[in-house]
């Protein structure tokens, strides 16, 4: 079982950054693909960004590109999103999740975080 802890979160302004961390329990944490997906009230869970097990590959969505950045340090068992230029359809609950493979669908993740709050006041 790999726990994830997510923090960073918080109200920012149109155009503020945040930076959003994922620390996993386990040692064979760098075994996992990792990903970001966020939900708003009323809507479903969407993609937001992938990186491969070791790092050299990423993957974001055309609403975040340019926007927003994923990274690891597996020395540190971190995830990070780097979020700039923050809209207010950015707010949502963003969530961590890892598993084997890097993919866009929230199901091929079996282990995920509690979620951290990202809102941005116009």
């Known amino acids: 079982q790999v726990r994830l802890v997510e923090s960073g979160g918080g109200l920012v302004q149109t155009g503020d950054s945040l930076r959003l961390s994922c620390t996993g329990s386990?040692?064979?944490?760098?075994?996992?693909?990792a990903a970001w997906f966020r939900q708003a009230p009323g809507k479903d869970r969407e993609f937001v960004a992938s990186?491969?097990?070791?790092?050299?590959?990423?993957d974001h969505p055309d609403s975040v590109k340019g926007r927003f950045t994923i990274s690891r340090d597996n020395a540190k068992n971190t995830v990070y999103l780097q979020m700039n230029t923050l809209k207010p359809e950015d707010t949502g609950i963003y969530y961590c999740a890892v598993g084997l493979l890097a993919r866009v669908t929230p199901n091929e993740y079996p282990y995920w975080g509690q979620g951290t709050q990202v809102t941005v006041s116009s």
């Open positions: 386990e040692r064979t944490f760098s075994f996992f693909a």
């Open positions: 990186i491969s097990r070791s790092g050299d590959i990423t």
